[in-house]
């Protein structure tokens, strides 16, 4: 080993393995296909969750129970610290929110959590309130009006 050999995280990149390439390489003749077969041949491309004709595991586990996953709501969630960008005396609802980028949109729903503190009055309109942040709004001054 030479030192400038040492490297602290190897390769990069790895070197691609080059198949049927002679029987010196370890991987000519059959280039790592083995003897006859599906698998062996050209073309060979079967789905995915094929068992080679066995019955695959996705048809024998048991389907039960029901799933609500289709029926979940999504809301866009905004803490109350985050609200104190607004002007006081200000609007807010999911529009405003994400206009000035203070959350990602993952839901057509607007919820306020109650995380931080707000010092000044904003009416703000939302679909759910957790009931510090519904506390907080009204504390400063403002209101915190329920969407339906």
């Keep these: 080993m030479q030192i400038h050999d040492v490297t602290a995280k190897g390769k990069k990149n790895r070197a691609r393995k080059r198949v049927g390439r002679g029987v010196g390489s ?5 280039a790592g296909r083995g003897h006859k077969g599906q698998r062996s041949r050209s073309g060979d491309n079967s789905r995915p969750g094929f068992e080679g004709g066995q019955m695959p595991l996705y048809r024998k586990v048991p389907k039960r129970g029901f799933t ?3 029926f979940k709501k999504h809301y866009t969630l905004v803490n109350v610290e ?3 960008v607004f002007e006081a005396g200000s609007e807010v609802g999911l529009e405003q929110i994400l206009a000035r980028g203070l959350s990602r949109r993952t839901g057509g729903l607007l919820k306020v959590l109650g ?3 707000i010092g000044h009055a904003l ?5 759910k309130f957790s009931a510090s942040a519904k506390a907080k709004i009204e504390a400063a001054g403002g209101t915190a009006e329920l969407l339906s």
Aim: charged residues 20%; hydrophobic residues 25%; aromatic residues 0%.
């Design 26 to 30: 370890g991987l000519g003749k059959t």
């Design 68 to 70: 609500n996953a289709r």
């Design 82 to 84: 985050q609200l104190g």
């Design 115 to 117: 995380q931080g503190e």
């Design 123 to 127: 009416t703000v309109r939302a679909h």
